[in-house]
């Protein structure tokens, strides 16, 4: 860590600096540097120039026509494509095949005229023996179904019809006043109450409250504004005279003018400078590549890896 300045965590991130590989070489300028020195130097490479292609060898880069396959035979390929039919005719044991006859050609449609054999009896069009067709008897009758829901109509279902009962004056009521005068009858004293039944977390009416309601609180005595400032005279204006002033001509300073220095850097009581506190620091980070390299090839691998190419 030096002694002055900062130190190697505050600038680079790391906690000592590493040491440089071109230390006490000489300064080289990149400025009116060519790319490549050794072009530079020693005998080029010269060419002949350009040629251009014509008919003449001088057109070409061999200085005379050189073939492609020297000393070869010339073969005929019509001649050769004969030979192999002689030599194949000759495998033949007999005469080619010929038919005694020629093809015959029929002569209308349900002809057999020019077929190998003649018509079978399965093809024939001529109708068979069938015995006379007795249709099936009758299936049994129903009458058709009745129209109607069922409800409200007559005859619609498969039994008898429904005996009619008239339907008293307020029979549903008459019957809930039954079945709760028969309910209190078999109550036994009064409704069971917890004083620690849980309420709900929110009441059901936001206004209901159980605690009285404090007093009504009068409102505060209405306090007598008081009147507008309105000025005993109106504004003068401001004229050579000073007469819209407060006093007819300034005042006289005897104070010096004095030009202030502004402070250059704040410091504190004890006359330090601030030093802001140091912020994130960069640092070297490992390439993609060496961690894909590091990841597919380690210690237990390293013997038997094989290279992968795509």
């Known amino acids: 860590m030096p002694t002055e300045g900062k130190s190697d965590m505050e600038r680079i991130g790391l906690f000592s600096e590493m040491g440089y590989v071109t230390i006490g070489d000489k300064y080289v300028s990149q400025y009116m540097r060519p790319f490549n020195e050794a072009a530079s130097k020693n005998r080029q490479m010269l060419p002949g120039g350009t040629k251009t292609l014509s008919a003449l060898q001088a057109g070409y880069f061999e ?57 079978y009896a399965y093809f024939s069009p001529q109708l068979k023996a069938s015995e006379r067709y007795i249709p099936p008897g009758k299936n049994f009758y129903t009458n058709p179904g009745k129209k109607g829901t069922g409800y409200g109509y007559a005859n619609l279902t498969i039994g008898e019809q429904y005996p009619h009962e008239p339907d008293g004056y307020e029979v549903e009521r008459t019957n809930a006043k039954k079945v709760q005068e028969e309910h209190k009858r078999l109550v036994k004293g009064r409704p069971f109450k917890l004083n620690l039944y849980p309420q709900e977390y929110f009441d059901m009416n936001p206004y209901f409250t159980d605690k009285p309601l404090p007093p009504v609180k009068k409102p505060p005595p209405d306090k007598p504004t008081a009147p507008p400032f309105k000025p005993s005279s109106p504004a003068k204006k401001v004229r050579g005279m000073k007469g819209g002033t407060f006093d007819p001509y300034p005042s006289h300073s005897a104070d010096p003018y004095v030009i202030t220095k502004s402070k250059a850097v704040t410091t504190n009581k004890e006359r330090q400078f601030f030093h802001p506190p140091p912020g994130p620091k960069s640092r070297p980070v490992t390439s993609i590549i060496t961690l894909n390299v590091t990841r597919s090839l380690n210690v237990k691998n390293y013997k038997t890896a094989q290279l992968t190419s795509y």
Request: aromatic share 12%; proline share 7%.
């Open 63 to 119: 200085p005379q026509f050189v073939r492609i396959f020297d000393g070869e035979a010339y073969s005929n390929p019509v001649q050769l494509r004969r030979r192999y039919r002689l030599a194949e005719s000759k495998k033949n044991l007999g005469k080619a095949f010929l038919p005694s006859n020629g093809d015959k050609l029929p002569c209308g449609l349900g002809s057999y005229y020019g077929t190998i054999g003649g018509s």
